[in-house]
């Protein structure tokens, strides 16, 4: 286990935004700085964003995932949704977003099924173009293979181990280990922007290395 370190991150999770809000808020009382969170689909309540009813607590990027209203969701991509600017719509890539004075590039493919005109518009982006690569259900082996992300992140709800394809390191934030704080049914991942070292959070609010999580399984 490491203790809570003080730091830039980049926070990772499936599901709502907003159920997240309050352990961002502890998060950062206790040291952390949260410069952006990613979630990886599955907003319940798409309509009450876009109406400022609910907000997200950090600027926050979201791919869709299989719950969200897609007639709806397509009039904002690769936009804010909310009149706060907090939750940015990624529909496929790139969305590059400065960290530490570093650029990192983005890509995402939302919902259950893989989605032809998403997985086009990522393909350019190929031997390691991308950064950081999102999606709510697992995409192929093959595909991860062509785009060599740093980070893969998806959220499978089958809790599967993080594994490594190639030089990407592949994590399900469903995986679930014992110890780890678990906020309805996703894991919550960070990234340390300035060492792109990647851990999760167990229940006492310790990072857990990514290691120990394999060293678990």
Partial sequence: MVLLNI??????AGGDPHRINELLKVLEN????????LSLGDLNDVRGYISGLK???KQTIFIRGCVEDYNLLKHFKYRYIDP???LFYLYGGPKV?????ELFVLAGIGGKELDRK???LI???KDGLVDILLSHSKLPEDLLKLLK???YFYFSHKGEPPRYYGTTISVDLSVNSEGLLRLDGSSVGFLEVKTLRFFLLSKTYELVPLTEVVKGN
């Fill in 123 to 125: 393909l350019p982006l």
């Fill in 118 to 120: 998403e997985k086009r």
């Fill in 55 to 57: 907000r997200a607590e």
């Fill in 97 to 101: 977003i400065k960290l530490e004075d």
């Fill in 30 to 37: 206790n040291g952390m700085e949260i410069v952006y969170a």
């Fill in 149 to 151: 992300p740093r980070y």
């Fill in 7 to 12: 730091g830039m991150y980049l926070a990772i």
């Fill in 84 to 86: 706060y600017q907090r």
